[in-house]
């Protein structure tokens, strides 16, 4: 069976954005004295729940916490640990072959369109996708939502489609949509558990697109 589509999670995946969110986290943590356990963020990583799940954790760690002063705090230094980031190494690659090959692209993410659609412009990417699917419309992952909406937005069937993925959470959202997933983890994700995956590489770098879909 050809594969007609690729369909791309965000955060992590695309860019590793990961870093950056849970770098800005910790330092909230130890400047309120105390450590953000890596367990309650794998426990999130990958869904819509990551900042509420971090405000209620330091509360429970640092009484007294005001979530609405420190939002725009963290927001902002999110953002200026971004502003060097570029896409993963590999991405382009994989997306221009995709674009010769005449595959169809999706981005199917758990975060916002406020997040995800400026981010794709400022990597110099968002011209490669057909449609792009996100959070504030569409159910998390791991519900299969997002992946069902990109495969009506591409108008692919599942088995004709490759979800690329970086985390456990994602990894079950497009399983459960039907597609066959590759799990490309990062810095971040990388000790958790892919065994759902059908593939996993270390990077995009590591097989070209023309190999993967060979198989």
């Known amino acids: 069976m050809p594969t007609r589509a690729l369909v791309f999670d965000f955060d992590g995946t695309l860019a590793d954005t990961e870093s950056a969110v849970l770098q800005a986290w910790q330092e909230v943590f130890r400047a309120h004295g105390t450590e953000?356990?890596?367990?309650?963020?794998?426990?999130?990583?990958?869904?819509?729940?990551?900042?509420?799940?971090?405000?209620?954790?330091?509360?429970e760690r640092a009484p007294g916490v005001d979530p609405d002063a420190l939002r725009p705090v963290t927001k902002a230094r999110v953002h200026e640990l971004l502003e060097t980031l570029g896409p993963r190494d590999g991405v382009e690659s994989y997306l221009e072959t995709a674009r010769t090959q005449?595959?169809?692209?999706?981005?199917?993410?758990?975060?916002?369109?406020?997040?995800?659609?400026?981010?794709?412009?400022?990597?110099?990417?968002?011209?490669?996708?057909?449609?792009?699917?996100?959070?504030?419309?569409?159910?998390?992952k791991p519900d299969p939502d997002l992946y069902l909406a990109a495969l009506d937005a591409l108008r692919t069937?599942?088995?004709?489609t490759l979800a690329f993925?970086?985390?456990?959470?994602?990894?079950?959202?497009?399983?459960?949509?039907?597609?066959?997933?590759?799990?490309?983890?990062?810095?971040?994700?990388?000790?958790?558990?892919?065994?759902?995956?059908?593939?996993?590489?270390?990077?995009?770098?590591?097989?070209?697109?023309?190999?993967?879909?060979?198989?």
């Open 36 to 59: 953000l356990p890596l367990e309650a963020w794998y426990a999130v990583i990958g869904t819509q729940h990551t900042t509420p799940a971090m405000f209620a954790l330091l509360a």
């Open 157 to 160: 069937p599942a088995n004709e």
């Open 102 to 140: 005449g595959i169809k692209l999706a981005v199917a993410s758990s975060s916002s369109g406020a997040w995800v659609n400026p981010h794709l412009e400022r990597l110099g990417i968002a011209g490669y996708f057909d449609a792009v699917l996100t959070g504030d419309l569409h159910r998390a």
């Open 165 to 215: 993925e970086d985390t456990p959470h994602g990894v079950t959202a497009a399983k459960a949509a039907g597609l066959t997933c590759v799990a490309v983890p990062n810095a971040i994700t990388e000790r958790l558990d892919f065994r759902q995956a059908d593939v996993v590489l270390p990077s995009f770098t590591a097989k070209p697109l023309e190999a993967l879909l060979s198989r």
